[in-house]
């Protein structure tokens, strides 16, 4: 039977493991697959902690301030994800956007692993709990993965146009300061 904690773990290094692999991407198609991927592993990972691990925990553990501000890491963590789905590799702040995705997921971990999962250990059933977990992963990794990132030919449009006004602002911003590249 599975460990909730240890499933738990799992899925945290495997999340590591695609932020690692983005800082070494050069390819837009390969950034965009490995966001695919931590995007999909985050939402099934998060639902597991908001829908059958945290309410568990909440029951073990006098401080629920550290369930409280995991959820709300969540919520943040959500927004990003959101905003990246709606981008590509193009856009100019997708590798930063990631990035703090990025550090707020680490930041995340780090609490969950070295603060919660400790106080929890011994006082779970993670047996039990990792079997409904199990169950539930299942169920949300069959569910089609939607992709709101498939931009159209109007969404680029808007980005190279955008790019290029950028462009122009920085020329004549070099042009009025007397600065030439």
């Known amino acids: 039977m599975p460990n909730a904690i240890e499933m738990l773990r799992e899925d945290h290094n495997k999340v590591k493991e695609l932020f690692e692999e983005f800082e070494h991407a050069e390819e837009e198609q390969a950034k965009e697959q490995i966001v695919e991927n931590t995007v999909r592993e985050l939402e099934v990972h998060a639902a597991l902690e908001e829908e059958i691990f945290y309410p568990a925990a909440e029951e073990q553990v006098d401080e629920k301030e550290s369930i409280d501000e995991a959820r709300e890491e969540h919520h943040v963590v959500k927004l990003l994800i959101g905003e990246l789905k709606k981008m590509s590799a193009?856009?100019?702040?997708?590798?930063?956007?990631?990035?703090?995705?990025?550090?707020?997921?680490?930041?995340?971990?780090e609490e969950e692993e070295s603060e919660l999962f400790p106080q929890l250990e011994g006082k779970l059933d993670a047996e039990e709990l990792g079997a409904q977990m199990e169950t539930r992963k299942q169920e949300l990794?069959?569910?089609?993965?939607?992709?709101?990132?498939?931009?159209g030919a109007k969404s680029k449009n808007r980005t190279r146009r955008r790019k290029g006004r950028q462009s122009a602002a920085k020329k004549a911003r070099r042009?009025?300061?007397?600065v030439r590249r």
């Open 141 to 151: 990794q069959r569910q089609p993965h939607k992709r709101s990132g498939a931009r």
């Open 175 to 178: 042009k009025a300061t007397g």
């Open 90 to 109: 193009e856009d100019e702040r997708y590798d930063a956007k990631y990035k703090v995705l990025s550090e707020s997921v680490k930041h995340h971990i």
